[in-house]
């Protein structure tokens, strides 16, 4: 068959042993090599070719038929070389031991085959973690951003990285830091939140796990693939650049300055018209030239060729090669096609310059060499792959914590919860029983082991009736109906169960799958937030019943909960927790752990008026103007607990001033078992202005940084954990601002009757947006600076005036609040 690289059997360059120096940096060695490749060479280094581990461990095969050339011949791709392997772990149920000995086989033969003896670099997904059999499943990504806890998912991802490495993977595609725009997407699972600071804190601190476990953290999707129009996977995305600068750039900032991740996987999305993947100003001038990012940019799948057949802006397989290298991509992905021989022959037509073949290849070496895959001892064969294993006791130990502080409870009318010991409960709901239930979309289960049905899921994953009855014997269940169908049959089944019971724990929610075989996950839209299937009817039927009812979401993404579910006593939302997700739930259930999960998402109240996040100006929240109410029944950042928590003395400073109280401050002792605000109508469902103080506003310098303090005490009779958060409202600016967004959040862990002084070091910078003029600036005036327990629940109100002239600041702005929290000694008379 015909090779897709054509062969040069020119003889080779004279040797020379510069580019293996160790001596010498890794420019200087990938600027010796280049001059040494042919063309073929080079460019054999730009792409990826899927493939399978072999369950022999003998070596790999093709997989993926129905998306490469069925008569794909490894020995002709590998003749030159190979950049990337793509998902050898990832394709098929392979034995760990026997997926690492087909791996080392693989990379062996290409180090013998190719002239400069270059292994390839290998990707896998790990969202979720290792997307590999038998591994870890953690929780998805909007379950790290329910728990407001970076340094927890710091951890996670260096494990999920330590298992790659050990298995002889380079690059994880992950994380997704693309900011959720409307709950409609069916990605909405793999995003981490609404909010651009929760999005990055967490974002940087996975990326900071995987790097120093030594593996390329993948920073995907680069740029504005979460904003599509209608909430449709792939559609365009109508964005002005401000929103752009504003929302969903600085995740991404945020990532590369404070996490170092060394990979960048751009978007599929088309803005206002100019696919990402053809758009030199995101890829080039501002992640490159304003940024100064150094690593490689990699293609998502198929995304090169899109240029041609999906977006029509270029006119061949060659033509979306010469767009994509002058944007920037490195690497094309998952396999050889637009960059095999088309580019080949467009560089030899000089349709193609080939200075930009090699700034792609000095990008992709650099990284290479930074591996150690360049180095004369490289070996194929990782140390430990006998002993190999992806899931022990200490990885499910952090896939549990996390899980545990993920849970979210959302209302607890009358202490419901935790269950009492010896009350009838009735589990109801079509994910009660249902292990799948738990996972994201990317998890290997779901993304690869529903289509083996021969293998088992290679992990335990005990379902919510499985943990539950663990816990509270006194069970029983009824499905009522599925997640997906019309089928109701079941349902009276389920009420008279609910009718028989004590208590009734109604769980209900999504199952994850791709491309319509699911009802979350990639290419699974809704077109609206009604629970899916005839979930929606069991719930009213179960509540009609008048037994006490906890209903759990287990779910990847929220679901309207409009007025007819506030006969739900109890409200508890999980998003795809993980293989110990159930046990987390039923611990939250029975109270054996006390809740302090926060919503990184609001939920919805009604299924449409959409889209819309909490980052709304004025006009973007309830008005007079409009019928329609978009105020959420649970606002973002919102979260109860077991305990109650009382705030006190707030205030704010410059930090080398003496402190003084200065705020309009609310009721700070509100109890975490009550609905809170924006369930019942209670104040401040709008994120409205408390009322000010009297005191004149502390003057905060344009380039300086201000002290907010405050103090919690747990005012309960158990261990809590409190969320405090940090919101900026800015009344008049000279382009319409978001009522309030996040600047700054901590946990604050405490035991009953303890306290601890809680403070945050707030830049100025913080403040910055994009101006009328397109510039980054920090504007001089009136700010406030909110205290709060949620986006729209404000303990304090402090208010403050930058001082200065107006003040550019660029990439290298200062990103982060920084947040202390000390113990307050307990006094005893």
């Known amino acids: 068959m015909e090779s897709l690289l054509p062969v040069d059997d020119s003889p080779a360059s004279p040797a020379t042993d510069r580019w293996r120096d160790r001596t010498r940096s890794p420019a200087e060695r990938a600027d010796a090599l280049i001059p040494l490749m042919t063309l073929e060479e080079k460019i054999a280094q730009l792409v990826g070719v899927w493939v399978g581990a072999d369950a022999s461990g003998e070596g790999v095969a093709p997989h993926q038929a129905d998306m490469v050339d069925s008569g794909l011949s490894w020995d002709a791709v590998i003749r030159h070389g190979l950049g990337q392997l ?47 059999w038998r591994a870890t499943v953690y929780p998805a990504p909007l379950s790290w951003g329910a728990s407001f806890d970076p340094e927890l998912v710091e951890e996670m991802a260096h494990r999920i990285g330590r298992s790659m490495r050990a298995a002889g993977v380079h690059q994880g595609l992950a994380p997704v830091l693309d900011v959720t725009r409307d709950y409609r997407w069916g990605r909405t699972e793999e995003t981490i939140g609404e909010d651009p600071y929760l999005v990055g804190t967490a974002g940087a601190a996975y990326v900071r796990g995987l790097e120093s476990a030594g593996v390329v953290a993948t920073c995907k999707h680069f740029a504005g693939y979460s904003a599509s129009r209608g909430g449709r996977n792939l559609a365009p995305v109508s964005m002005g650049r401000r929103e752009l600068a504003d929302v969903i750039l600085p995740p991404f900032e945020m990532a590369l300055r404070l996490g170092g991740a060394r990979s960048v996987m751009h978007s599929y999305a088309e803005i206002d018209g100019v ?31 899109f240029l041609e057949t999906l977006h029509g802006v ?90 545990r502080e993920s849970v979210v409870l959302l209302r607890n009318d009358g202490g419901l919860l935790p269950l009492a010991p010896g009350r009838r409960v009735a589990l109801v709901g079509p994910v009660a029983d249902d292990p799948m239930a738990l996972l994201g979309c990317y998890s290997f289960p779901l993304h690869v082991g529903v289509r083996h049905p021969g293998h088992d899921t290679g992990v335990d994953i005990p379902s919510l009736r499985d943990a539950l009855a663990e816990l509270h014997p006194q069970l029983g269940h009824v499905p009522g109906c599925a997640v ?104 939250v259930l029975t109270g ?22 909490y980052l709304s100006p004025v006009l973007g929240r309830r008005s007079e103007v409009s019928s329609v109410d978009p105020t959420p029944a649970f606002p973002f950042g919102h979260g109860l607990g077991y305990t109650s928590f009382d705030w006190r003395d707030p205030t704010v400073r410059n930090p080398t001033d003496p402190p003084v109280a200065d705020a309009a401050e609310t009721d700070g002792g509100r109890p975490e078992t009550d609905g809170g605000p924006g ?71 405490l035991a009953a009757g303890a306290a601890a002084r809680v403070a945050f070091e707030v830049p100025a910078d913080v403040t910055s947006f994009t101006g009328v003029h397109g510039r980054r600036v920090v504007e001089p ?14 303990v304090a109100a402090l208010p403050l005036r930058l001082v200065g002239p107006e003040r550019e600041v660029g990439h290298h702005r200062r990103l982060l609040s920084t947040a202390r929290v000390e113990p307050v000694p307990t006094h005893h008379g």
């Not at 997926?99 to 290409?110: H, P």
């Not at 037994?547 to 779910?555: E, F, I, K």
């Open 314 to 403: 270029a006119a061949g397989p060659a033509d979306a090669a010469r767009l994509a290298l002058r944007a920037g991509i490195d690497v094309e992905l998952p396999t050889v096609d637009a960059f095999g021989a088309p580019l080949v022959a467009a560089v030899r037509s000089g349709a193609v310059e080939e200075a930009l073949v090699d700034r792609a290849l000095r990008r992709v070496l650099v990284q290479k060499i930074e591996l150690g895959l360049l180095d004369e001892e490289w070996q194929p064969y990782p140390d430990g792959l006998d002993g190999l294993v992806f899931d022990d006791e200490d990885d499910r130990d952090v896939a549990l914590r996390l899980a």
């Open 592 to 613: 054996a752990v006390n809740p302090s999960g926060r919503l990184p998402v609001g939920v919805p109240r009604d299924a449409g008026g959409l889209p819309g996040t």
């Open 484 to 587: 997906t169908g019309e089928d109701t049959s079941g349902i009276p089944a389920a009420v008279a169960a609910a009718a028989d019971a004590d208590v009734c724990v109604l769980a209900v929610g999504d199952r994850a799958g791709m491309f319509g075989r699911g009802t979350s996950g990639e290419g699974c839209d809704a077109v609206d937030l009604r629970l899916p299937g005839v979930q929606s009817e069991l719930v009213r039927a179960v509540l009609a019943t008048g037994t006490p009812v906890v209903l759990v979401l287990l779910s990847g993404r929220p679901y309207a909960l409009g007025s007819e579910f506030d006969r739900a006593a109890a409200v508890v939302q999980a998003f795809f927790p993980g293989q110990r997700g159930a046990q987390a739930v039923a611990e």
């Open 679 to 749: 369930i019942d109508g209670g104040p401040e469902t709008d994120g409205g202005t408390p009322t000010p103080g009297s005191g004149r506003p502390v003057d905060w310098a344009v380039d300086g940084e201000v002290r907010v303090e405050v103090t919690v005490r747990n005012t309960g009779t158990r261990p809590g954990t409190e969320v405090v958060q940090l919101y900026l409202h800015d009344p008049v600016a000279q382009t319409t601002r978001p009522v309030v967004r996040l600047v700054g959040y901590v946990r604050v862990p």
């Open 781 to 794: 005036g009136d700010v406030e600076l909110r205290l709060s327990r949620s986006s729209a629940e404000v």
């Open 275 to 305: 696919p990402v993947a053809a758009d030199e100003h995101l890829l080039t001038r501002v992640l490159r030239d304003e940024w100064g990012f150094s690593g490689t940019v990699v293609a998502d799948y198929f995304a090169v060729r």
């Open 86 to 132: 793509t998902r050898p772990f990832g394709t098929a149920p392979v034995d760990p031991v026997q997926g690492a000995r087909s791996l080392a086989t693989a990379q062996a033969r290409i180090v013998a085959t190719s002239r400069f003896g270059i292994p390839a670099q290998v990707h896998e997904e790990c969202l979720t973690g290792f997307a590999a």
